[in-house]
């Protein structure tokens, strides 16, 4: 297992490599450079822009800056934001915080929810509820996520209308006077702050495992391992519970692993509509104002993420079914 | 369960076999017992027609713009007078209230919510018209005409059915137009995918060895793009481009197609690798044909279901990917419309408050990912040979 590990760590280098230099190439492909926009500004002048940009070696051919970056980037130097002026990785670190925080609770409530709903209309095959919640679910499917949290808005926005104070904030993370409150009114304003863009995110992969989980339960409890502990008498619970669920389980972890992989690029849409201070935000703003070391450094922890779970839902796979071995 | 799938990407592979494609009738009687897929299809096929004959059907051209009507709300149909007397239909004009009073008194569509100050005039009727004469336009851009589906023909007002849009364009017309957009990203960017998916995908399955070991290669390291971030890349590169509304649609397509092929490459390799091992495969080798024509004529007919049901339950990724990038303003460019750049006034919530029909085009994406949903989820079925039992 350890060597296997070994293997597709080391396997991930060369695509890395790869990702970046295309990566890199494409975000050349964008006339000028960050520097561009300060042309306008008739309080610089022309030699200051062109140090500017001899010093930040913009001037230099493409391949020639690839390496430059690649270097650094190698030996743990992300550089420095050109817009923001600060550290690149200072920069992420602080934006990642809030998208974990996010994907976490996101995660979180999903499961919560979509497993025992999953169960319940597995279980509940063609009853009303399970016909009804099924409809629902195929509509939330259809519902774009980004479309969804406009809606979620808009709803809060009326809510705060019609009861003339802020029973739901609208975007950001904090409140005003976050930094002056205690600790428990701090966590109670970042839960507020944080329930629509959960909500948002989560609704559509609850529709998605709810769907996952019922399917796999119904194969299971279609087997004949389940026949055979109904035959010899015992309650329907210990069937479900004991028997089948744990089985139905199985497949349903590999897709923690996904949902690892999809946690950067996935919630980037919503960061952008809800106004969620996290990481696919600040991309969006570095590729359109070509900030390019801060652009690099978040493509490489987007794709670096992304390998990173496929490798964790083959490892879960592995441990929770032991019939598959992974070779290295 | 492919309709997960929000971005461009294929389904997962499959491990099975694909089923074999029974005849058509079979298919279509099967698919028929699909109420809600018969449903959709029938959405999808209005969609498309509307979609075709946008010019016609829309009462104004898309970028006919009169900018004193930004934010109008939308039209209200009447039948009946001030005076009590019954007419066909007919609108008001919309006016601007001057005096604060009626602002706040005035309500929109959802109760509370104020809609900026409009009142109808109802001085002056204006009565609507089935084929009636309006701004000329050329149909697929060959026709000359100017006869539009509905509209007025008099000029002292104009006939907003879903309001009017920031700039004081007419919103359910520029919904036919976007429609062109979102309606058609997916089906051209399939025509690019499925023929450099199914061709690599097969010939990696098909051949094993080093070429197997390169193309699969090169397909997972596609895969493991972070997709959102890579168009993000790709868009944020090229929007600044200046380029005309037809090739900035083909380069959209372009590269939503260059994420979406990998992963129908992974599922065609998979399924081929399985059936190359197949007697007939063997016996049309033993004939003397050629490795292409048992790869085109023999192998890739055996994905055709599997094909036909990604292809559906695929398209509302791409209408997905094409509405946020626009809605991001990376995508099309106004004065251009798609859905997806419709939308962006709803981004401001507290503007969204007094105009809620800013919200349409996010509906119309909801109904065609739905119906494509649904079609593609009934054709799944159909072609499902286990559901016969």
Redesign the interface.
Known sequence: MLRYILKRLLQMVP?LI??SM??FG???????DYLTQLENNPTISQRQIDAERHRLGLDQPVAVQYVRWAENFATGNLGMSFDYHERVSALIWLRLKATLLLGGCAMLFTWLISLPLGIYMAVKQYSWFEKIASSIT??F???????LG??L??A???AN??FHHEVVP?GGMTSVNFATEGLLAKAGDLALHLVIPVVTVSI?SVA?LQ??MR?NLLDVLGEDYVRTARAKGLPERTVIYRHAVRNALNPMITLLGFDFAAL???Y??IE??VGWPGL?QL??DA??RQDLNL?MA??MI??L???MG?LLADVLLAFSDPRIRLEA | MATETKLPAMERPAEELPPPISSGRKVWRRFRRHKMAVFAMWVLGVLYSLMIFADFFAPYTMTSVDRTRAYQPPAAIHLRDTKGHWHLPFIYNWKETEDLQSLFTSTGPISGVAIGGWHEDKSKRYPLHLFVQGEPYKLWGLIPSDIHFIGITDPGTRFYLLGGDASGRDLFSRLFFGARVSLTVGLVALAIVIPVGTILGGIAGYFGGAVDTVLSWIIETVLAFPTFYLLLALFGATYKWSLSSTQRFFLITILLSFLGWAGLARVIRGMVLSLRSQEYVEASRAAGASHLWVIIKHLIPQTASWIVISISLSIPGYIYAESFLSLLGLGVQPPDASWGNMLQPALNVSDLLMHPWMLVPGVAIVVTTVAWNFFGDGLRDAFDSKTRL
């Open positions: 695509k790869l990702i295309i990566t494409i975000s050349k492909l964008a006339p000028g195929f509509l499917l259809g519902v774009p996520d980004f479309f406009i809606l808005l808009l809060a926005a009326m209308q019609a609208i559509g998605i769907r996952r399917g950067l690029s996935g980037a849409v952008n509509i696919g991309m969006l590729l359109l652009a978040g493509l987007g794709a993420m992304l390998l496929n």
